[in-house]
């Protein structure tokens, strides 16, 4: 059973098009959802903790938000760095387990 | 950065050899993890470890085993290595249970 499950799978953007990635999870007793920036060949970079809904945190063009049930990252004026896959995570019903999402492959055009 | 490192960074080997890849720390975090990364999978967790000497399995465990005889160092073993074990293999640290989890750089592993 899918526990995260992101959408879309990939996005295309123009520079400065804003836009939203979702994030959808349906683990029982939320221990934090986690949003993490992938670029080719490289580690995930850490972005972003939120703990309860109603929670937003900020990071340059970056901002992100959650609910009971999903999770949204804004893109506000993107530029073509912010080409990368973003991915989203939370810890499998309390355990020590981090879980996925497949991750939104983000094309930024200038 | 987290200070973490990984080796080797690529490695091409053959069906039924041994493997060792090796997760450096030097964050002094009491948690490390190793996860493989697949196309149509996403990232998944092969076993963690919450000290020294403290090990235990996750999603993918079968195939692997682990060791860690140091704070610093976490070892991942593939004993007898299969196509099927061709993929990415990360580590990560994280400094508390449930706490943010920090990556390495990766290991490509091709196995042949």
């Known amino acids: 059973e899918d526990q995260v499950t992101q959408s879309p799978e990939a996005l295309r953007l123009q520079e400065g098009e804003s836009s939203s990635l979702n994030c959808s999870y349906t683990v029982s007793g939320l221990r934090g959802l986690f949003w993490y920036r992938q670029d080719p060949g490289k580690g995930p970079e850490f972005l972003f903790t939120l703990y309860s809904a109603g929670e937003e945190k900020e990071k340059e063009r970056l901002k992100a938000t959650l609910t009971k049930k999903e999770s949204f990252l804004h893109i506000t004026a993107p530029k073509p760095e912010d080409s990368a896959t973003y991915l989203c995570a939370v810890y499998q019903g309390g355990s020590e387990k981090l879980v996925f999402g497949k991750g939104t492959k983000l094309t930024v055009n200038p | 950065d987290a200070g973490i490192t990984q080796s080797p960074r690529h490695k091409v080997t053959e069906t039924g050899t041994p493997v060792t890849l090796r997760c450096h720390q030097t964050?002094?975090?009491?948690?490390m993890y190793w996860y493989r990364q697949d196309p149509g999978h996403g990232l998944r967790l092969i076993h963690y470890?919450?000290?020294?000497?403290?090990?235990d399995k996750g999603e993918v465990s079968d195939g692997y085993s682990v060791s860690r005889s140091k704070t610093e160092d976490f070892l991942l073993t593939l004993e007898s290595a299969t196509s099927s074990q061709t993929s990415v293999y990360f580590c990560?640290?994280?400094?508390?249970?449930?706490?943010?989890?920090?990556f390495g750089p990766g290991t490509r592993l091709t196995v042949l």
């Open positions: 470890s919450y000290g020294v000497k403290d090990t």
């Open positions: 964050e002094n975090h009491r948690y």
């Open positions: 990560a640290i994280s400094e508390t249970r449930l706490d943010t989890q920090y």
